[in-house]
Nanobody
C-alpha cells in the first residue's frame, strides 16, 4: 500500500488550500487517517484525525480553520485549510492506520506515511 499526498503550494495569509492523500494497492482497508505537519525547526505535530466512523479531532491551533474528510470509495483523505497563517507553513504528511493481506494471506496492521507536501504561507 502506498500513500500519495498532493495539493501543497504557496498561498498568501488568509488564503485556502486543499490537500489530498490517496492510497493505492490491493486488499487493504484504512481505519483511521491522520494529517501531520513539520514546520521549519519544529517537531512533527498531529494536525487532524478522522476515524473509520467519521469522527474527527483537531489540534487546537487549527480548530475552526481546517477540516479533515475522507472518501472511502476513493481511499482518499482531504485536508481543507482556510484562513491560513504564516505559522501554518510546514511540510504536511498524511498517515493511514490500515490493515492489509500479505502474500501469506495474513492480516497485517500497519501505519503508512505519505511523502509530504509543502505548504508555504506568505505574510
Amino acid at each position: 500500500v502506498q500513500l500519495q499526498a498532493s495539493g501543497g503550494g504557496l498561498v498568501q495569509a488568509g488564503g485556502s488550500l486543499r490537500l489530498s492523500c490517496a492510497a493505492s494497492g490491493s486488499r487493504f482497508r484504512i481505519n483511521a487517517w491522520e494529517w501531520y505537519r513539520q514546520g521549519p525547526g519544529k517537531q512533527r505535530e498531529l494536525v487532524a484525525t478522522i476515524t473509520s466512523g467519521g469522527s474527527t479531532n483537531y489540534a487546537d491551533s487549527v480548530k475552526g480553520r481546517f477540516t479533515i474528510s475522507r472518501d472511502n470509495a476513493k481511499d482518499t483523505v482531504y485536508l481543507q485549510m482556510t484562513t491560513l497563517e504564516p505559522e501554518d507553513t510546514a511540510v504536511y504528511y498524511c498517515a493511514a492506520d490500515l490493515h492489509y493481506y500479505n502474500a501469506a494471506d495474513e492480516i497485517v496492521a500497519e501505519r503508512k506515511w505519505g511523502q509530504g507536501t509543502l505548504v508555504t504561507v506568505s505574510s
